[in-house]
């Protein structure tokens, strides 16, 4: 069987594995502290980095992009309406530029200072830099989700969807961010009336049920993390 190694709280890898199950695979989950760094999975991807996909016959396929594409091309576009990106190369651009934009903009600005400081943390020995969270870089990521959760806002007011008519990868690289975030009860989404509506329609597909199950060691979920009605 196909392996994801993963990490709960990392926001690639949710939108990994939202891909996969929108497209029905079966895949066995892996979980991986990103900052561990152990032998063996440093063996797979020396760079150390989630997600990484192995199909059935081990080969390794690393990073959520990478990943994406690859699902595309060998059974997204077997899938016509079904299919997570566009046909039109143009439509694809935008999709592929929102996409960046969650896992790498919104990574660096708010979800992974927050995951680190209040999750990985928790669990880091010292010599990898556990200990206390740094309250300013949490406040600072805390001022820069206003921002983003605007721009949420707008796209869901604007569009079906964050990437056009259908549901696509920008949606489901948006939900994967997010839920990171709201799993810490980061967002305030009486604020962004918009943005909530759509994320509801996103907690309520079938493959967003295993995120909602996912909870990491000492720490508990927001108390409507997952509820569907919120």
């Not at 991807?45 to 992009?65: K, Q, W």
């Not at 594409?69 to 592929?96: M, S």
């Not at 400081?117 to 740094?134: I, N, Q, Y």
Request: avoid cysteine; glycine fraction near 6%; proline fraction near 7%.
């Amino acid at each position: 069987m196909p392996h994801l190694h993963h990490h709960p709280m990392s926001a690639a890898s949710r939108f990994v594995r939202l891909i996969l199950g929108e497209y029905g695979f079966d895949t066995e989950l892996v979980e991986v502290e990103p900052w561990s760094r152990a032998p063996e999975f440093l063996a797979i991807n020396p760079a150390g980095t989630l997600p990484v996909y192995m199909d059935d016959s081990m080969r390794a396929i690393v990073g959520a992009g990478v990943i994406a594409e690859f699902v595309d091309e060998t059974h997204g576009v077997l899938k016509r309406d079904r299919r997570l990106t566009a046909e039109d190369p143009f439509e694809r651009a935008e999709i592929r530029r929102l996409v960046d934009w969650f896992l790498f903009r919104l990574e660096q600005d708010v979800t992974r200072p927050l995951a680190r400081e209040r999750v990985h943390k928790l669990t880091m020995p010292p010599s990898r830099g556990g200990g206390a969270p740094d309250s300013k870089a949490m406040r600072t990521a805390r001022a820069n989700i206003r921002e983003h959760m605007k721009y949420v806002a707008w796209l869901a007011a604007t569009r079906n969807f964050l990437g056009g008519d259908r549901l696509s990868y920008a949606d489901l690289a948006g939900a994967a961010s997010l839920s990171v975030l709201d799993y810490l009860g980061e967002i305030d989404w009486a604020d962004v009336p918009q943005a909530k509506d759509w994320y509801q329609r996103m907690k309520s597909r079938p493959a967003f049920r295993p995120l909602l199950a996912d909870r990491v060691r000492s720490l508990a979920p927001v108390s409507h993390y997952a509820d569907l009605d919120f």
